[in-house]
């Protein structure tokens, strides 16, 4: 089937202040070699007090419409990957397009965590090819240094903090041999792995209250392994799927774009593929795991730097808390 979506614009925003490894290693017991060789992770950006996630959201889509020489009256809907919005109730989509003056369309979150950007593009592909909508902002966006207990040395060292957008737009009408745009898109979940890495307090089951707060249940709680060979495992069939329903083979792609949670998850579920090391666009080392953000940080950054160039094919992939996971094959 040929593409009917294309990402017209990309964007992405990071706060200022960096945090090292060493600044965390004056915090927990951890060190810069630990950390490094466990996670390829060197530094991650914190954001400001000042500063809220729809702040950063609306940061990275000015970016994106920019880019893609839209403004906000041009879109049709606003999807927000994230799981530390700016508050329980509303949507932080909504604060997204209040800020950014888009009135009367859909906007709305997604719990999807780390796979939040992938479920976005997936939906607003299927709506445009349904031909429902014409432009549809994408944005994966957390601020997780306001829910990580910082005293948590098998967590606090893996997180940072970012937004990444992208605009989704109509695919050339005329047909081509290669044709640019959204080629397969893969979505999925396992309930049954619910609890390996949750915020288990401030909801229905344990709503907020002081004991939540003195026993920490509103910061991420994570079971490191269990999460890592779930990652491996699906990012590599989702990957596989999403390739070969576009009817190509993983060496054929230019380039993957995977969630940075990991450099070793990230390096196992590429040696599966089959795919070279120097297909790979990595940025944990300095942005770590910015969750839902991480995917379209990455490519915004990987497209302006100029290292992805027109006509090449993108292989994107993601997995997080859920668990839920995805991936998402594009020709820009
Ligand atoms: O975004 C998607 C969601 N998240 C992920 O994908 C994360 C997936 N998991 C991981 O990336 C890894 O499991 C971690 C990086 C979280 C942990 O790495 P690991 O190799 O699985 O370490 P481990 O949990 O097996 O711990 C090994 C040792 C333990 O010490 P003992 O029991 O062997 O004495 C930990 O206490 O490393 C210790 N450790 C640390 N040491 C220094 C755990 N965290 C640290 C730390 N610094 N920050």
Redesign the pocket.
């Known amino acids: 089937m040929p593409p009917k979506a294309r990402i017209v614009g990309t964007g992405h925003y990071l706060p200022p202040l960096v945090r090292t490894n060493a600044d ?1 290693a004056k915090m ?4 810069d070699d ?2 490094q060789e ?2 390829g992770i060197r530094e991650r950006r914190i954001a400001p007090p000042e500063i809220c996630t729809s702040d950063m959201a609306a940061a990275a889509a000015e970016s994106a419409l920019k880019m893609a020489g839209l403004t906000a009256k041009d879109l049709d809907m606003i999807i927000v990957g994230t799981v530390t919005g700016d508050m329980p109730m509303p949507a932080t989509a909504v604060f997204v397009q209040q800020k950014l003056g888009a009135v009367n369309i859909p906007s709305f979150d997604i719990s999807a ?2 796979a939040g950007f992938i479920y976005g593009l997936s939906i607003a592909d299927n709506f445009i090819r349904a031909g429902a909508m014409k432009h549809i902002l994408v944005i994966g966006v957390e601020l997780l240094s306001r829910v990580i207990d910082w005293e948590d ?6 997180f940072g903090d970012g937004a990444g957008a992208v605009i989704v737009g109509p695919a050339d009408s005329t047909p081509v041999e290669r044709p640019r745009g959204i080629l397969s898109t893969k979505i999925m979940s396992d309930g049954s792995l619910a609890r390996s ?1 949750m915020i288990p307090g401030g909801g229905s089951v344990t709503p907020a209250s002081k004991e939540v707060i003195d026993e920490k249940l509103h910061k991420v709680k ?1 079971k ?2 269990d ?2 060979k779930a ?1 491996v495992k699906n990012l590599y069939s989702a990957s596989r799927d999403a390739v070969e329903e576009a009817g190509m083979r993983p060496d054929d792609v230019d380039w993957i774009c995977p ?1 940075q ?2 450099l ?2 990230i390096n196992q579920a590429v040696e599966r593929l089959g795919v070279p090391k120097e297909k790979v666009l990595v940025n944990i080392d300095k942005v770590g ?1 910015t ?1 839902s953000a991480s995917i379209p940080i990455l490519l915004d950054q990987s497209l302006r730097a100029g290292t992805i160039k027109e006509g090449q094919t993108v292989l994107m992939c993601a ?3 859920g668990i839920s996971w995805g991936s998402a094959l594009i020709r820009v």
């Open positions: 965390l927990v017991d951890t060190s630990w950390i466990r996670t965590a780390c040395r098998g967590t606090c060292v893996l890495l994570m490191g392994q999460i890592f990652a969630h949670a990991n070793r998850i795991n969750s997995l997080g808390a």
